[in-house]
């Protein structure tokens, strides 16, 4: 997934705030700020988190994803809800990386036998042929 959003009941919704009719009365019923300020509240990190400002945005998302839904109907599913019941997705937030599959040490021959080489007469080598590329993980794990 790579949209911002929350998941609540099986049901992913996009953050979604507009200067629509529906979305005001939302945003003065949850928040109760003027709307100039309610959008300088949402672009600060550290307001954006506090309840009314928080549940203001899911309202409007959740009437996005639901525009045939009446404002009152919104505000019963918002209030409705416990936020422990609600998955917050953060598209910035890297996916966790599968661990990496099971691969048996490299060893060398146990001394006394000879090694082999190529039936080409060549020597093997260790070093991938000119022209090749390795694939490479630059992930660190968390």
């Not at 949850?30 to 009314?52: K, N, S, T």
């Not at 991938?128 to 660190?140: C, R």
């Amino acid at each position: 997934m790579n949209e911002d959003g929350f998941e609540y009941k099986g049901r992913f919704y996009r953050w979604h705030c507009t200067d629509m009719g529906k979305d005001l009365m939302l945003i003065d019923r949850f928040a109760g700020v003027p709307i100039v300020e309610f959008f300088e509240l949402v672009d600060d990190d550290a307001e954006r988190g506090r309840a009314p400002i928080l549940l203001s945005l899911i309202a409007t998302s959740v009437r996005a994803g639901n525009p045939d839904w009446s404002v009152e109907r919104v505000v019963r599913t918002v209030q409705d809800m416990n936020l422990s019941d609600v998955t917050f997705v953060n598209a910035d937030e890297e996916e966790p990386t599968p661990p990496l599959p099971d691969t048996p040490p490299v060893t060398a021959p146990p001394t006394g036998e000879p090694s082999r080489s190529p039936s080409n007469g060549s020597s093997s080598s260790s070093t991938p042929p000119a022209g090749s590329t390795l694939e490479t993980s630059s992930v660190t794990p968390q």
